[in-house]
């Protein structure tokens, strides 16, 4: 039985197809999670850490630019001038910082 080449290359696409390209790509993206995810995840808590003991925290000069921290009703929380998740030691109201107890 002699096949046309059309016919033959499409029978051996599907006898490829046929057989199961996947094995082991649950073994292989174990692998990859243990040897690059676990590591890159511990560089980066080293790097954040690090980064973390040698900032200094000390407030930064407040300037009374126009153009931020414009109120033009107040917040329907505690004074009204205090955001929601508001932090004195980095968050000014519009006039300056608050006093810090640092």
Not at 18 to 40: D, M, N, Y
């Amino acid at each position: 039985m002699s096949l046309s080449p059309a016919a033959l290359v499409a029978r051996r696409a599907f006898a490829a197809a046929s057989h199961s390209s996947h094995e082991g790509g649950a073994r292989t993206w174990k692998i990859l999670t243990i040897v690059l995810a676990f590591p890159g995840v511990g560089v980066c808590m080293a790097n954040a850490y690090m980064k973390m003991q040698s900032h200094s925290h000390e407030q930064s000069e407040f300037v009374p630019y126009p153009h931020l921290r414009i109120r033009t009703k107040k917040f329907p929380w505690g004074d009204g001038n205090h955001t929601l998740f508001h932090n004195p030691h980095t968050n000014p109201l519009p006039d300056g910082f608050e006093s810090s107890h640092h």
